[in-house]
């Protein structure tokens, strides 16, 4: 189940897609860019109205799939990025044995889900993942922290998997004592905890004047080949 979507999220969007959401687009972008796939068919899993994929990116695929469960987040969807995905169903089947397997020859993206749905065992769906997303070019960023009153200052972010603590050293407090502060760790990280060989990168999205989120980006690195000692 979402923790968020529906109509107060289109809303928010409506309010400040075009100025404070600016920057994640781009931030998204580059993050996309870096992934790179080279499969021809992409599967999309939860991405609402498409706010956070730049428009024009999806024109590198010949087909797409997407799973999301807001009818009107589709047609929002279909209008920003001009084009109509074959919607498969409202919610992806997580923790089904073969759910992702199924998609062997596509790239699949977690398109802002992860951070925003309940996950009641992270150790059960983690394993579940890995063992899923072997052998799949994938991809997913996510809501890692969120807050009121603060910022996240990433310009030392490499890309390597940040733990909490130094998440935490990242939050930059706007007020110092005046006004509401608040922070919230989501799960998504955690679930790729026991994954190896992974690249990752991270940025601020400013939701609203006063709520912050801290994206995690996340896909498989290049698996570099030993040169043969003997030659």
């Known amino acids: ?82 084009m109509k995905p074959d919607w498969r169903g409202r919610f992806f089947p997580f923790g089904k044995p073969g759910a992702l397997k199924a998609f062997s020859g596509s790239a699949v993206l977690f398109s802002n889900l992860l951070g925003q749905i309940e996950i009641r065992n992270v150790r059960k769906l983690g394993a579940w993942l890995e063992e899923e997303l072997q052998g799949l070019t994938w991809a997913s960023f996510h809501d890692a922290l969120s807050g009121y009153g603060i910022d996240f200052d990433t310009e030392d972010a490499g890309r390597e998997r940040a733990l909490l603590p130094v998440m935490k050293r990242w939050i930059h407090v706007r007020n110092p004592g005046v006004g509401r502060i608040e922070v919230l760790s989501h799960e998504a990280p955690d679930l790729f905890a026991s994954f190896k060989n992974l690249q990752y990168s991270y940025w601020q999205w400013t939701l609203t004047p006063g709520h912050t989120f801290l994206t995690e980006g996340v896909f498989p690195g290049k698996v570099s080949v030993p040169e043969d000692e003997s030659c």
């Open 1 to 82: 189940m979402s923790r968020s979507g529906g109509l107060p999220y289109h809303l928010k969007a409506l309010l400040y897609r075009k100025s404070l959401w600016r920057v994640h687009e781009q931030a998204t972008r580059s993050f996309l860019e870096r992934w790179n796939p080279s499969e021809k068919e992409l599967i999309l899993i939860g991405p609402s109205g498409g706010y956070s994929i730049p428009v024009g990116w999806l024109a590198h695929f010949d087909r797409i799939s997407a799973y999301e469960p807001d009818l009107l987040a589709r047609k929002i969807f279909e209008r920003r990025h001009g």
